[in-house]
């Protein structure tokens, strides 16, 4: 039975992860290639590395980042942030990357979609979705979630999936960062409507809302930021929590 | 030596980096007659089925292929492109092994496609590949179309049908996911063919 999969984010600046984590183990905490590999050791099922960084320099950085990552790590991993061009996708895949995420460029033009899963394969492209509520429906956001595109997220969802996206990443704004847990109606409304797989992110702050994200919002894989830098819940701690409650994982 | 088959068709670097990792030499080539003075040769693949037939024609590796003596891994699309035939745009494969690739079938099961994430490889039959590996462990998998059960078939994995996650005929092996993606199974694999097969 395929499982769920537990894939902690890593945003990355100039090279470095940004909120840096409190494992004391680590030599350097900023260093995402070291931290990359301490989750693949510790059983993470996939990475995702989200470049924030505002400079070309950086972009380069990132870049460079990505191919460290692709020979310290055996498991699959997702590179976004920035990512406007099918040149720009193919750059981070050459670079060892398995998946793209698009997210603002896509909303601006959407064809990129389809010849970005047409040049690298749907398999490799992922579309993030930014998502807030507005009088009774889910609204999507673009720029980092500065600025509202007033398109409709379950709308939205149907057509970058019919352009060709290979899963979809959906995050919940007003949760992000809350730790009050996963919008479980949103994900449960698009995972429920779309034929590819579906990532839950935003507002894990325990074990118990990463389950709910699965068995409420029927979430094909749950991301987390915090909870995991933080060393708040372990990944092995919470896949036998998830294991215990009769959830696919792999241990 | 090993050699890794490039003919365009993504993860060349992901099978190298995993190489590299268990410290086994290898080179990359498109050209038959460097291909030739490899002892193990591994064909990768991500992609789609209808433009790597077409490139595998046009560099003249298709025929190629098909008179392979040294032990063989394919590698997802590269096992898969072993088969007769792909639904995947109408394709006809290298032939080497009998039967259909067919795409997961979505419909009113809701199944996700592509099956995406790790899942399980029930072995059944003992096989110098699995060395070491117990039967049940979870490979990550990402692929739209999957293949049939044959008498080849040396490991089957359910998503939603039963279909080869593995398989041996003569030199020829073939993995539907990914080994050098998965962990320190996968790199155990991938030792197993480098030594044992």
Known sequence: MLTKRIIPCLDVKDGRTVKGTNFLQLRDAGDPVELAARYSDEGADELVFLDISATLEGRKTFLQMVECVAEAIQIPFTVGGGISTVDDAGRALDAGADKVSLNSAALARPSFIDEASKRVGSQSVVVAIDVKRSNGSWTVWTKAGTESTGKDALLWADEVVQRGAGELLVTSMDRDGTTEGYDVELLKAISDRVSVPLIASGGAGNKEHLRDAILLGHADAVLAASIFHYNRISISELKSFLHDNNIPVRT | ?197
């Open chain 2, 1 to 197: 030596m090993i050699g890794i088959i490039n003919y365009g068709a993504g993860n060349i670097r992901s099978v190298s980096n995993a190489l590299n990792r268990l410290s086994v030499q290898h080179f990359v080539s498109n050209n038959c007659n460097e291909l030739n003075k490899a002892d193990k040769l591994i064909f990768p693949g991500v992609g789609e089925a209808r433009s790597a037939m077409d490139a595998l024609i046009r560099t003249g590796l298709a025929d190629w292929l098909k008179e392979v003596t040294v032990p063989f891994l394919g590698i997802c699309l590269g096992m898969q492109l072993l088969f007769e035939y792909t639904t995947e745009r109408a394709t006809e494969c290298l032939g080497i092994i009998s039967g259909t690739n067919e795409r997961f079938y979505s419909g009113q099961s809701q199944l996700k496609v592509p099956h995406m994430g790790w899942n399980q490889i029930q072995q059944n039959s003992k096989n110098p590949l699995f060395s070491r590996i117990k039967s049940g462990e979870n490979f990550y998998f990402v692929h739209s179309y999957y293949a049939p059960i044959v008498p080849a078939t040396i490991g089957v994995t359910d998503y939603d049908v039963q279909f080869t996650s593995a398989i041996q005929q003569k030199n020829y092996y073939g993995v539907q996911f990914h080994p050098e993606k998965s962990s320190k199974e996968g790199l155990q694999l991938l030792k197993n063919f480098i030594e044992l097969c």
